[in-house]
């Protein structure tokens, strides 16, 4: 009887804006292990008669940058249980692709090329990316299998870890070695100027399939990259895995030569502007308004109250703000219905610090449901977004009572999208501000469109 084939699974999973004065440390990341991995990834390896080896993943909501001691002592943790799980056969990594460390240029490069010290040069490496990650020489060096997600907003996580997966099953069972080649494409923008709903992204993203059933290619991708790192590896790129390197390499190219033709296609998805735009357009009807600049799930600090402030001065009525990060706010509340508090700015965010009374308070969920000035505010312990009806639904918060909704976001998330209500994104500032021309711009590789203008994309 053949012997049973060995894997391991793992990773880390962030997003970094490096505009961001909020580093990342321990207590910010989720640590997934055991079984709850395992059915995370939900591959049928058993099928495959792999033997599946749990390590750890960790994974938080994008922020600022990863603190250079927890990132040392994480990465040593988790190369010491991989060395454990050795001899491998394969190793999965659940990645995002956008970490920043101060001080390491390249940290999945880091993080990968220090798996592959340890597992050896004949174990298959299979990676799953975030398509808002960026890609290095140093990472395609030292994987064998790449797949990143397809749609953005994501809903094709488990997808992807899928096909990351069965590449792996299929090639630590004999199939042959696959490897991956890549191009960078000198373009950077948001994911909310990339959305995979509206066009060019989403006929290019719906090609991607067809390109996987190409003889010679596994799995086609393109990574739109994070613009909000000021890093020499933050850019778009083609990512191909292959059999075929000839075949891979031609795939690559032309999802790069697209994309790159499209570019000045790249739009918002949604009606944009500044706030006075944003408050000047509101409906009479239920309405949304998303916060982009200071989105948490984008790597912004989410405690900024520059549009609260807006709201307050021009004394609009019926508005839910969800929310803002106040931390402390419980135990300042605590044991009153009426009391000052200080809104804004309280990780350092920037943004106004607003002295205002809060009244009918209650408590749920680490959040404070406060009235400011006739304003519904959910002030919450940490930073989260609120992208699901259940976060409305988990504080006893009914949206049909309100006229205005803000969520500190970009583009909506399928939930908020699926109320059909008219939404406004408000190009604020912040962390993740969606202005460029305002982003420090000192690491990047140049030319980068839309920072500067490249004449020619391939020589
Ligand atoms: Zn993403």
């Given amino acids: 009887m053949a012997k049973r084939k060995r894997i391991a699974i793992g990773g880390i999973s962030t997003e970094c804006s490096t505009y961001s004065p909020l580093f990342q440390t321990a207590a910010d990341?989720?640590?997934?292990?055991?079984?709850?991995?395992?059915?995370?990834?939900?591959?049928?390896?058993?099928?495959?008669?792999?033997?599946?080896?749990?390590?750890?993943?960790?994974?938080?909501?994008?922020?600022?940058?990863?603190?250079?001691?927890?990132?040392?002592?994480?990465?040593?943790?988790?190369?010491?249980?991989?060395?454990?799980?050795?001899?491998?056969?394969?190793?999965?990594?659940?990645?995002?692709?956008?970490?920043?460390?101060?001080?390491?240029?390249?940290?999945?490069?880091?993080?990968?090329?220090a798996v592959r010290g340890v597992v050896g040069k004949h174990c298959i490496i299979s990676v799953c990316f975030d398509l808002h990650g960026n890609v290095s020489d140093k990472i395609i060096r030292n994987i064998d299998v790449f797949a990143a997600y397809r749609t953005a907003p994501h809903i094709d996580v488990k997808k992807t870890y899928y096909r990351a997966a069965k590449h792996l099953a299929a090639s630590v069972n004999g199939g042959r070695r696959p490897e991956v080649v890549w191009s960078p494409i000198p373009v950077l923008v948001s994911g909310e100027m990339s959305s995979t709903c509206i066009e060019p992204c989403k006929s290019i993203y719906a090609q991607l399939e067809s390109f996987d059933r190409r003889k010679g290619i596994l799995d086609a991708n393109l990574m739109i990259g994070y613009v909000w790192a000021d890093t020499g590896t933050a850019i778009a790129s083609a990512v191909v895995t292959c059999t075929d390197q000839q075949a891979g390499v031609q795939t690559c190219?032309?999802?790069?030569?697209?994309?790159?033709?499209?570019?000045?296609?790249?739009?918002?998805?949604?009606?944009?502007?500044?706030?006075?735009?944003?408050?000047?357009?509101?409906?009479?009807?239920?309405?949304?308004?998303?916060?982009?600049?200071?989105?948490?799930?984008?790597?912004?600090?989410?405690?900024?109250?520059?549009?609260?402030?807006?709201?307050?001065?021009?004394?609009?009525?019926?508005?839910?703000?969800?929310?803002?990060?106040?931390?402390g706010i419980i135990s300042k509340l605590q044991g009153t219905n009426k009391t000052t508090v200080t809104v804004g700015g309280k990780l350092g965010g920037g943004g106004p610090g607003l002295t205002l009374n809060a009244e009918n308070i209650c408590f749920k969920n680490e959040c404070a449901v406060v009235k400011l000035h006739g304003i519904t505010t959910v002030l919450t312990e940490r930073r989260r977004p609120f992208h699901n009806l259940s976060d409305f639904a988990d504080l006893g918060i009914d949206l049909k009572d309100y006229r205005l909704l803000v969520v500190k976001s970009g583009y909506l998330s399928p939930e908020l999208q699926s109320l059909s209500a008219p939404s406004f994104m408000v190009l604020t500032d912040g962390a993740v501000c969606q202005h460029f021309d305002r982003l420090e711009n000192k690491h990047r590789q140049r030319p980068i469109f839309p920072f500067q203008n490249p004449v020619q994309l391939f020589p």
């Fill in 29 to 113: 990341f989720e640590k997934v292990q055991g079984s709850l991995l395992v059915d995370l990834v939900d591959f049928p390896f058993e099928k495959y008669e792999i033997d599946v080896h749990p390590l750890s993943y960790l994974k938080s909501i994008p922020g600022g940058p990863v603190e250079a001691g927890f990132y040392a002592k994480t990465k040593g943790e988790f190369m010491e249980q991989i060395k454990d799980a050795c001899p491998l056969d394969g190793v999965l990594l659940l990645m995002h692709g956008a970490m920043y460390v101060p001080g390491i240029e390249d940290p999945e490069g880091d993080w990968i090329s």
């Fill in 253 to 327: 190219t032309e999802i790069a030569e697209t994309y790159w033709q499209k570019r000045n296609e790249l739009s918002f998805d949604m009606r944009t502007g500044d706030l006075k735009a944003a408050l000047d357009w509101l409906p009479n009807e239920f309405s949304i308004l998303a916060d982009s600049g200071d989105n948490p799930t984008a790597g912004g600090v989410g405690d900024r109250a520059d549009v609260l402030e807006a709201l307050i001065k021009d004394e609009i009525e019926g508005v839910l703000v969800a929310g803002i990060t106040a931390p």
